[in-house]
């Protein structure tokens, strides 16, 4: 126990003033209605979550034209050489981890084009490390290593909208670097949003325990980072439509899996699909021009080149 002349951070003038500022967030609202929710059938705490991340969706939906708009920006970046980096402490770190850990094998993004970065580094990822969050010049010494451009774009992601790591990253990457940033937060009026180019904040109200902001935070933050990921790699030409054409058979079910992308997209037969992706070296795209517009693979390569990877420019100009 401290002894009566120890003070804990809580009993800092600095942390009267943090626990004042939570209990004006909306994500740490205490909701009397659910006070005895322990007592309840579990299907009937099951329904109401239920009903709670029902909302989660119409919350996000208010904020897609500027989503939409932040995802412009990125694009725009990533076509000339730039990087998205997502920046985030404890769920939304590891939110943004996961996002651009899925990006490689989806769209064959390459190395260090999505970058996830989590305060406290790779380790908090399964062990907390929440006290990291705490610091602006960790975010900042995060985004240096990285050298940043004016290519780049970084997506801070905070559900309070107040952690100092994500604040801390998007001003840093904004004053110092000229980069594109994003705030991603779930509180209205916060300081993410404020320091960002692009604010998105995607208000759920209170959550289904209080201040547990893994739950329709965290649903809310992964639906608009599964947009920006998504709905960049559309722009930049990675997907035909809907189908995955940039995916990369580095194993047996993505063999199979481009197989059947090539297949869709062609209409081909078993043995013209195999001998395309053969001739392809196993990329998607040129297999589906080599069927397409009956060109050799070499062909198919210079003309993806020349159209910047979109196949769709690339199908057009071999007539």
């Known amino acids: 126990m401290p002894s009566p002349t120890t003070r804990t951070p809580d009993d800092t003038p600095a942390g009267g003033a943090l626990r004042a500022q939570l209990a004006t967030l909306t994500t740490e609202t ?21 009903a709670e991340d029902s909302l989660v969706a119409a919350a996000v939906a208010e904020r897609l034209p500027l ?3 932040a995802v412009d920006g990125i694009a725009e970046r990533m076509a000339r050489g730039g990087r998205l980096v997502y920046a985030g402490a404890g769920t939304a770190g590891r939110l943004g981890v996961l996002d651009a850990s ?3 094998p989806t769209f064959n993004t390459a190395p260090g084009q999505v970058v996830g970065l989590i305060a406290g580094g790779p380790a908090a990822m399964s062990s907390a490390a929440e006290g990291a969050e705490d610091s602006r010049e960790l975010a900042a010494a ?7 451009t004016p290519d780049d774009a970084v997506v801070g992601i905070s559900a309070s909208g107040r952690t100092p790591y994500a604040v801390g990253a998007v001003a840093h990457a904004r004053k110092q670097y000229g980069a594109l940033t994003v705030g991603l937060s779930c509180n209205a009026g916060s300081a993410l949003a404020a320091a960002a180019d692009h604010g998105i904040e995607v208000v759920v109200g209170p959550e289904f325990l209080t201040g547990s902001t893994r739950l329709k ?3 809310a933050q992964k639906l608009v ?5 998504t709905i960049t790699m559309i722009r930049l030409g990675k997907t035909y439509g809907n189908l995955m054409v940039d995916v990369r058979a580095s194993n047996e079910k993505l063999h199979a899996r481009s197989h059947r ?5 062609t209409g081909a037969d078993d043995a013209t699909v195999e001998r395309a992706l053969g001739a392809a070296g196993g990329e998607v795209k040129n297999a589906i021009l080599i069927i397409l517009s009956d060109v ?4 198919a390569d210079r003309l993806l080149t020349t159209a910047d990877g979109h196949l769709r420019e690339a199908l057009a100009a071999a007539g």
């Open 30 to 50: 205490f909701r009397p209605e659910l006070a005895d929710v322990d007592l309840l059938p579990t299907l009937e705490i099951a329904r109401l979550m239920n």
């Open 261 to 265: 992308i090539v297949s869709l997209a």
């Open 225 to 229: 980072l599964n947009m920006i990921s």
């Open 296 to 299: 050799d693979a070499p062909t």
């Open 217 to 219: 935070s965290g649903t």
């Open 67 to 69: 989503i939409a708009a």
């Open 142 to 148: 995060d985004l240096d290593a990285l050298r940043l």
């Open 102 to 104: 899925e990006c490689p």
